[in-house]
């Protein structure tokens, strides 16, 4: 179940992020760590960042269960990239594709089962939760 708190959490470090002009994917995807870790908690799941995978890849993140399973990865991108060429270039050298979430915090995709599964309306990085700019 969706956290609004967290949501809220999220979008407004989007907006100070935006403020200070910063815009690259090692400063903002914090802001979307901790809303994953906030949404995974209540499942008692772990975000483990930069988790070496058995592949040698390493996601931005992997949510881990009590039994130490990994149960999704999450993989973010700058807002200066274009995501749809990102996820395909992430794919080729073998990133994970089960229950994993590419994002650059306009967007996010999520791939289930090897393909897409959904996504997320695109949303300006500078477009704050209350949809003022």
């Known amino acids: 179940m969706a956290d609004p708190k967290a ?3 999220y979008y407004d470090s989007l907006a100070a992020f935006r403020h200070q002009d910063v815009t690259n994917e ?3 995807r914090a802001a979307f760590a901790e809303l994953l870790t906030a949404h995974a908690r209540p499942q ?4 483990v960042q930069e988790q ?4 040698r890849r390493r996601p931005d993140g992997t949510l881990m269960d009590a039994f130490r399973l990994p149960r999704g990865y999450w993989e973010a991108k700058d807002t200066h990239d274009d995501l749809d060429v990102e996820i395909q270039r992430k794919i080729r050298v073998g990133y994970p ?3 994993t979430i590419f994002e650059d915090s306009r967007r ?3 791939y289930q ?3 897409p599964a959904g996504q997320s309306p695109e949303r300006s ?3 704050s939760r209350t949809g003022a700019a």
């Open 44 to 47: 008692k799941w772990t975000l």
């Open 52 to 55: 070496k995978l058995l592949n």
């Open 108 to 110: 996010a995709v999520l």
């Open 113 to 115: 089962n090897n393909r």
């Open 125 to 127: 990085c500078v477009t």
């Open 26 to 28: 090692l400063a903002v």
């Open 97 to 99: 594709q089960t229950n």
């Open 7 to 9: 949501i809220a959490t």
